[in-house]
């Protein structure tokens, strides 16, 4: 089965607010260098799983995008040594605000990179200093010029909503914003409080206020009205695109398709009942690498009720559903037949629906998903 090539760079000018993934202040480039040259040992001396083909290659932070265009070359360049990587791949690479120039852009467009993921989050400058981003709406609007100066005509943007005292209309107008510019993708998400993060300490003590839960669904509900009217496609619950521009990437992780990531605290899926990720902290992956070591902290062999439970839930993020078929023919039993009374249930409360093929989220279901996705658990 075809693969995914995901590669964590973990390296951001300033830690977002919000954030609890796995980062590190980018101090020089030196330490990139480091990083870069490690990446390429753990990925020459991949031993878990060798895919038939690559046809995705993702990656992602931090912020890939204050690589220089020598050390993304070097990182693809042990990709395409270590495994069979097929022409015209979907290759994307995440991308801040105010970390590229035009001759960045169009030196990683040479590489054959087609896929622009934009971490804009929000248009709002009071928001954006509330999620320390280290960015303003005029960056934002500047970099996605430049992007398309480079021709690159595959970008996706990524927002936020539910943001601090962001009200319904501050969300209509951000989706304006971004609707103007007309990108080919949107990935649109409600925040999430992390426990430990400067936010959520911002929250605790009463400095920030904590968004309101039924102002966050009737959010949810405009963008999928407001994107739908201007010709985006929901694909997934908090993914939208135009037709033809999908993230085949991401569809793999909902598909459960094997993905294999390489650097600190990247996860792997080979696509059938095992996976596994690497270590979170930046120093100790470095000494793994450079002792011979493997970087993998976490080894799982599912059994098969836990297989087909993430399956199961996971297809169901897709808006077309659990394929019913490729359920039966993966794991020998029939979804509707084994979840007979929950399915009935959901059913009856509208959050499910199902015919002949698939079994989806309705409407509703989406803005109730996490109750629907219990049952599967």
């Not at 928001?127 to 996706?156: C, E, M, P, V, Y």
């Not at 023919?329 to 629906?353: H, K, P, Q, V, W």
Request: proline share 4%.
């Amino acid at each position: 089965m075809p693969a995914g090539i995901y590669i964590h760079i973990p390296f951001c000018i300033s830690r977002c607010s919000y954030c609890d993934f796995a980062t590190e202040i980018y101090r020089d480039n030196d330490a990139v260098d480091k990083y870069v040259s490690s990446l390429c040992t753990e990925i020459q001396k991949s031993k878990f799983t060798t895919p038939d083909l690559v046809e995705t290659v993702y990656f992602g932070g931090g912020t890939p995008s204050l690589l220089n265009p020598w050390q993304l070359e070097k990182v693809f360049d042990a990709i395409n040594r270590s495994f069979e990587v097929q022409e015209n791949i979907e290759f994307t690479v995440e991308m801040n605000p105010a970390t590229v120039s035009l001759e960045k852009l169009k030196h990683f467009k040479s590489l054959g990179v087609n896929r622009a993921s934009f971490g804009v989050q929000t248009f709002d400058d009071r928001a954006l200093r509330i999620l320390a981003r280290g960015h303003d709406a005029n960056d934002a609007i500047t970099t996605f010029k430049l992007l398309r100066q480079a021709n690159f005509d595959n970008i996706s943007f990524d927002l936020i909503g539910g943001l601090p005292n962001q009200s319904l209309r501050d969300w209509e107008m951000n989706l304006d914003n971004a609707l103007a510019l007309d990108p080919e993708h949107l990935s649109l998400y409600l925040l999430e409080i992390h426990e430990g993060t400067p936010l959520d300490e911002q929250i605790r003590s009463n400095r920030q206020p904590l968004p309101d839960p039924d102002l966050a669904g009737k959010m949810y509900q405009r963008m999928a009205e407001m994107v739908s009217e201007n010709g985006f496609l929901q694909y997934e619950i908090s993914n939208f695109a135009k037709p033809g521009f999908e993230s085949a990437h991401n569809n793999k992780y909902w598909l459960c398709e094997p993905v294999i990531g390489f650097g600190v605290s990247a996860h792997s899926f080979d696509g059938g009942r095992r996976r596994w990720s690497n270590v979170r902290d930046t120093s100790e992956y470095l000494s793994m690498i450079e002792e011979g070591r493997s970087p993998i902290v976490n080894l799982e062999e599912q059994n098969e009720e836990r297989s087909s439970a993430e399956f199961a839930f996971l297809n169901l993020r897709l808006t077309k559903g659990i394929d019913l078929e490729a359920y039966e023919a993966r794991f020998g039993r029939e979804l509707l037949t084994e979840y007979s009374e929950e399915i009935s249930n959901l059913a009856m409360s509208g959050l499910l629906d199902t015919d002949d093929r698939y079994l989806r989220l309705t409407k509703k279901g989406r803005l109730f998903s996490n109750e629907v996705f219990e049952v599967f658990v």
